[in-house]
């Protein structure tokens, strides 16, 4: 293979949660990595952006919304024929609740776990399970710390 016709693309994913659920995008087409038509929302860094200058800017691009990204949480690799994606994926909060998708997706959803699990692919739902198990303990442990200090 010749080293000078590789490529690289970077992206990044949000796990966008809010009330519990989490943010699924319809694709127009499915995936051309065989990764069925929802995913979560991202996108391609474009040159002289941090990840994070380009999940915000993704994402508001996607669907309409500003996000406060909490942390990196997992990272993922697709490799073809002189190509190769290496992905980012941020545990993000909404700032507004307001999804206006663009002409990229047809549909989208605030899903549970259950719901997140029979419609992501799989391979997408094993990259992402641990993070909003993570984020919920953290939810739960502040719900009582709060109720312990009223």
């Known amino acids: 293979m010749d080293k000078k016709t590789i490529q690289f693309h970077i992206t990044v994913k949000g796990i966008v949660i809010y009330r519990g659920k989490t943010l699924i ?50 990272t993922f690799t697709k490799i073809r024929k002189n190509y190769q994606t290496v992905g980012i994926g941020f ?31 799989k391979e997408i739902y094993e990259d992402i399970k641990e993070a909003i198990s993570e984020y919920n303990h953290l939810v739960e442990y502040h719900q009582l710390r709060k109720m312990n200090n009223e």
């Open 25 to 74: 995008m319809k694709r127009v087409r499915p995936s051309s990595d065989g990764l069925g038509y929802w995913e979560l929302p991202g996108g391609g860094l474009e040159y002289g952006e941090t990840p994070h200058e380009a999940l915000i800017r993704e994402l508001k691009e996607e669907t309409g919304l500003d996000i406060k990204i909490l942390k990196p949480v997992y």
């Open 91 to 121: 545990l993000c909060i909404p700032v507004n609740n307001h999804v206006v998708i663009s002409e990229e997706h047809t549909e989208y959803r605030f899903v549970d776990e259950e719901e997140l699990r029979q419609m992501l692919n």
